[in-house]
């Protein structure tokens, strides 16, 4: 079993802050996507080991760091652009930790998809199917469009 050590946690939060997402950066420091989301829900369960939860507090920040530079960036480069989405548009002073939107950041979707595929270990036609539906790709773009389309077409109709 790969551990959590100082050195992983290290390469990880560098990788993060650098701008890259989660499970890339998992991967990067040679770990997998899966055992990534493991410790990270760990970390996020109250009851998971002090080690774990600190991790996961880590990659939060370092995300939001990486974040904060991208915006920074944008700042600089574009400030009408940044306008739209900073001030104006009502990002501004409110605390990621407390979305009012109900939406899950992108380290914990990505850790709820890895924890998706695991459970369906069991399962091998199923989880790749999964995996299939997950995968960003034109083809993945191309069947949401066809979908979209038929329901637009089957919608119409009295």
């Known amino acids: 079993m790969v551990r959590l050590t100082d050195d992983v946690e290290k390469q990880i939060l560098a990788f993060l802050r650098a701008g890259g ?3 890339v ?3 990067a420091a040679g770990i997998s996507a899966d055992r990534f989301a493991q410790w990270f829900q760990e970390g996020k369960s109250p009851r998971g ?3 774990y939860r600190r991790f996961a507090q880590a990659v939060e920040q370092a995300a939001a760091q ?5 915006e920074v960036n944008i700042h600089r480069d574009k400030p009408l652009e940044w306008l739209k989405q900073g001030p104006a548009g009502g990002e501004w002073g409110r605390s990621p930790g407390k979305r009012s ?3 899950l950041t992108m380290v914990e979707v990505q850790a709820l998809l890895a924890e998706v595929l695991m ?3 069991e ?4 989880r790749q199917v999964a995996a299939r539906a997950l995968e960003p790709s034109e083809a993945a773009a191309q069947r949401e469009s ?3 389309k038929r329901s637009t077409r089957g919608g119409g109709r009295a």
């Open 101 to 103: 939107s109900g939406f």
């Open 119 to 121: 459970a369906l270990e």
């Open 146 to 148: 066809a979908r979209t």
């Open 21 to 23: 997402t989660p499970h």
């Open 49 to 51: 080991r002090r080690r």
């Open 66 to 70: 990486a974040r904060l530079g991208a």
């Open 123 to 126: 399962y091998p036609e199923a």
């Open 25 to 27: 950066a998992a991967q």
